[in-house]
């Protein structure tokens, strides 16, 4: 039972990482567009914003979701290490904390005013996590290896 309670805390740790990793750049593409307008009180709030969402939501989530993955693995990790759909998936989720902490370099960057990308950059960047979604969703469901 304990391993359907883990399994649940873990979806919803996953689903409220999502929709930072969602969102995070989306205000990444707001704070370049109040930039290039000469909005400077909109970018100063848009620090905030980005700052409390990376902090506050976004690196806990992340957080919450390894520990409980690792927690999930523990209960058959040869089994699961075993099989090539979690191998990948693992790899998908590596990338993908990879990208966390590029979303964190490029909000020190903003904080510094220092940004260098375009708000169409951001706008091709605010699609990444949405790839790598669909095929661990895939690869979890239908286990095609």
């Known amino acids: 039972m304990s391993y359907l309670w883990m399994k649940a805390f873990h979806i919803m740790a996953v689903v409220t990482w999502f929709a930072a990793l969602f969102y995070l750049p989306r205000l990444y593409v707001y704070h370049t567009l109040a930039l290039q307008e000469g909005d400077h009180r909109g970018a100063e709030r848009f620090k905030t914003m980005e700052r409390k969402l990376y902090r506050g939501i976004m690196t ?86």
């Open 60 to 145: 806990p989530s992340m957080w919450v979701v390894i520990l409980l993955g690792i927690g999930l693995l523990s209960i058959n990790f040869s089994g699961y290490l075993g099989q090539t759909w979690m191998q990948i998936k693992l790899f998908l989720v590596a990338l993908l904390i990879g990208y966390h902490f590029w979303c964190g370099h490029l909000l020190r960057q903003f904080a510094q005013d220092k940004n260098r990308y375009s708000h169409v950059w951001f706008r091709v960047f605010n699609e990444l996590p949405v790839f790598i979604l669909i095929f661990v969703v895939l690869l979890v469901v239908i286990k095609p290896w």
